[in-house]
């Protein structure tokens, strides 16, 4: 023991699962005004809301969620956030006779909804009383980011590299000088693909490449990820190019970056013999030099 107090940072839980378990686990819930933040204030959990609705009138002023939001103490945006929470905490006064008129009989669900089953299938319900499984553990979203933009800045024989998240809000002073965006084939969202200057494959079959250059007619170029140092490119004129990488200083960069660093130099219109013979890459703190192993007219 170190006698350290451990980091807590913060989990962001997935939408689907995890968000029983927290309310359970949890000692104050700052919530807006959906049902996550009901469910607590039905666990008797202090709660400190931090929106209500009532203004775009997005909820049932007659119902329980609106009675609710109207009682329930505002979190102040511009006071510190932990003293709110103390003081929540401390003040803390249920709201069954409100979350009650909506949430009756707690803790009998599944025995109720075990013989609401059985009736419909006109089956004898077990006699053995009813459980219910644990809940999951709130592991939390680790989900990967799968779209970038992506600008790259030509120097020489030099190309730095700077991606963001395709999914982030643009902000005032938030700028990209002259994004192309980069999205991963297993993208869910339909509108980043069709929009892509290049899409990269994991693992892709035979034909992959041509495949996906006819269903996205404005994808400049495909990659296929083939290893830590090397990804085969093919350009929509049917040129295929396996770029590979020597380390120049601070470790290997994201293979995906790469593709990026081989558009930005081919869309300025540099010479493809110094591209075969090498370019030096920078992405953040990290610089390879970058070339041509093989390069084909396909």
């Given at each position: 023991?170190?006698?350290?107090?451990?980091?807590?940072?913060?989990?962001?839980?997935?939408?689907?699962?995890?968000?029983?378990?927290?309310?359970?686990?949890?000692?104050?819930?700052?919530?807006?005004?959906?049902?996550?933040?009901?469910?607590?204030?039905?666990?008797?959990?202090?709660?400190?809301?931090?929106?209500?609705?009532?203004?775009?009138?997005?909820?049932?002023?007659?119902?329980?969620?609106?009675?609710?939001?109207?009682?329930?103490?505002?979190?102040?945006?511009?006071?510190a956030v932990l003293?709110?929470?103390?003081?929540?905490?401390?003040?803390?006064?249920?709201?069954?006779?409100?979350?009650?008129?909506?949430?009756?009989?707690?803790?009998?669900?599944?025995?109720?909804?075990?013989?609401?089953?059985?009736?419909?299938?006109?089956?004898?319900?077990?006699?053995?009383?009813?459980?219910?499984?644990?809940?999951?553990?709130?592991?939390?979203?680790?989900?990967?980011?799968?779209?970038?933009?992506?600008?790259?800045?030509?120097?020489?024989?030099?190309?730095?590299?700077?991606?963001?998240?395709?999914?982030?809000?643009?902000?005032?002073?938030?700028?990209?000088?002259?994004?192309?965006?980069?999205?991963?084939?297993?993208?869910?969202?339909?509108?980043?693909?069709?929009?892509?200057?290049?899409?990269?494959?994991?693992d892709p079959r035979?034909?992959?490449?041509?495949?996906?250059?006819?269903?996205?007619?404005?994808?400049?170029?495909?990659?296929?990820?083939?290893?830590?140092?090397?990804?085969?490119?093919?350009?929509?004129?049917?040129?295929?190019?396996?770029?590979?990488?020597?380390?120049?200083?601070?470790?290997?960069?994201?293979?995906?970056?790469?593709?990026?660093?081989?558009?930005?130099?081919?869309?300025?219109?540099?010479?493809?013999?110094?591209?075969?013979?090498?370019?030096?890459?920078?992405?953040?703190?990290?610089?390879?030099?970058?070339?041509?192993?093989?390069?084909?007219?396909?």
């Amino acid at each position: 023991m170190t006698g350290r107090r451990p980091r807590r940072r913060p989990v962001l839980l997935p939408p689907q699962q995890g968000r029983q378990a927290a309310l359970v686990a949890s000692d104050v819930i700052v919530g807006d005004h959906g049902s996550v933040t009901f469910y607590g204030a039905a666990l008797s959990r202090p709660v400190l809301l931090a929106s209500s609705g009532r203004e775009a009138a997005e909820l049932d002023p007659g119902s329980p969620t609106a009675l609710l939001s109207s009682t329930l103490p505002r979190l102040d945006p511009a006071g510190a956030v932990l003293p709110q929470i103390e003081q929540v905490m401390a003040a803390h006064v249920p709201h069954d006779d409100v979350t009650g008129r909506t949430l009756g009989m707690p803790g009998q669900a599944e025995g109720l909804l075990r013989r609401l089953a059985y009736r419909l299938m006109e089956l004898p319900e077990p006699g053995t009383p009813a459980t219910a499984r644990p809940l999951a553990e709130p592991l939390p979203e680790r989900g990967e980011v799968l779209s970038f933009e992506v600008e790259t800045v030509v120097d020489g024989d030099r190309v730095t590299v700077r991606r963001y998240p395709a999914v982030l809000e643009r902000r005032p002073g938030y700028q990209v000088r002259d994004p192309h965006l980069v999205v991963d084939a297993e993208e869910v969202n339909p509108r980043l693909l069709e929009n892509a200057a290049i899409v990269l494959g994991r693992d892709p079959r035979p034909g992959w490449a041509q495949e996906t250059l006819r269903r996205y007619p404005g994808c400049f170029m495909v990659a296929e990820l083939v290893g830590g140092r090397s990804v085969d490119l093919t350009l929509r004129s049917g040129e295929r190019l396996r770029v590979g990488t020597t380390p120049a200083g601070g470790g290997d960069p994201d293979p995906r970056c790469l593709p990026s660093a081989v558009y930005g130099w081919l869309v300025r219109g540099r010479s493809r013999e110094v591209l075969r013979s090498g370019i030096t890459v920078r992405v953040g703190d990290r610089q390879v030099v970058v070339n041509c192993d093989a390069w084909d007219q396909g």
